[in-house]
């Protein structure tokens, strides 16, 4: 069984700063890229950013330059540095990865992290 367990996000102020991570436990082989999602209320989740085994990273253009993906491979963990905050960013954050479990490649989310971003 494989779970992904995301740290708790919370309430920051607009111009703020705030980092989410997102570990993943379990009969784990190897997991290819790690993404993190979000949904805001009436809205459809959309990709934030996403990053490969080899580090390679990818953002929506709306967090480019204020958000910054990692992981740490060792410790099957991504991370999501998110500043200079501003209320639209205010979502429920969801990590996601692609985790190889024996010889089967499937897709995996977290259970989800509210951040809010407001004075």
């Known amino acids: 069984q494989v779970q992904l367990v995301e740290s708790e996000g919370g309430l920051v102020q607009p111009g703020g700063s705030l980092r989410l991570s997102c570990a993943a436990s379990?009969?784990?082989?190897?997991?290819?890229?790690m993404t993190w999602y979000r949904q805001a209320p009436g809205k459809q989740r959309e990709l934030v950013a996403g990053?490969?085994?080899?580090?390679?990273?990818n953002y929506a253009d709306s967090v480019k330059g204020r958000f910054t993906i990692s992981r740490d491979n060792a410790k099957s963990t991504v991370y999501l540095e998110m500043k200079s905050l501003k209320p639209e960013d205010t979502a429920v954050y969801y990590c996601?990865?692609?985790?190889?479990?024996?010889?089967?490649?499937?897709?995996?989310w977290g259970q989800g992290t509210q951040v809010t971003v407001s004075s």
């Open positions: 996601y990865a692609d985790i190889l479990t024996g010889v089967t490649l499937m897709g995996y």
């Open positions: 379990g009969s784990i082989r190897s997991i290819n890229t």
């Open positions: 990053i490969t085994r080899r580090l390679n990273t």
